[in-house]
């Protein structure tokens, strides 16, 4: 099995290769079934992502405009420590998007609501989860520093990882501090891995 290292060397090759006209397709296929997932449309609170443009992560601007159009709050992660140790301290914290013109980009490039209220992860009604790559039964990979594997231990409430097809594979080597996902969403279909980690059928 590849390690973590060399596959997010191969993920992140697979995202540089898309033009712009496939990196707005792929995210815009994949946005509409988050869109239309019954766990988005019950939820009040969702937890998201503003996407790293540049590193070709599925864009949610779109449906994060349709959700607040919607009348849902949308809340966005801040991160308060720019450790890679994972400490007892939370190292995110979460604040809610009041105004997208005036979000604050951080050392790493990620776009934050400074200003918003903070929002308790008990609050929240659904996450959507950044990744670099996943595997079918429901691990992310992400870029290493463990904050989402932190902030996603002990959550009940459903969490949706946004991820290219390409960057799905059979399995991921998985720590014991790794969370698998509820839901995987792809530009291609829409899986939801069992509780046992077998894969459910997907949703085409």
Known sequence: MPTKAALRQHFRAVRAALDDAS?????????NRVAALPEVEAASIVHAYWPMVAEREADTRPLLRALRAAGKQIVLPVVLRFTREPTDAPRLEHRAL???SVLQVNRWGLHEPVAGPCVPPEALDIVLV????????GYRLGHGFGY???????LTVPTVGLVYEAC???ALP?????????VLVTERRTLRPAADGAESEPTT
């Open 98 to 100: 009041t105004d997208p």
């Open 23 to 31: 990196y707005a397709q792929r995210s815009r296929a994949i946005t």
């Open 174 to 182: 998985v720590a014991p501090h790794d969370v698998p996902l509820r």
């Open 130 to 137: 950044p990744m670099l790559g996943g595997d079918r039964r």
């Open 148 to 154: 989402y594997d932190e902030f996603l231990h002990g």
């Open 168 to 170: 799905l594979v059979e």
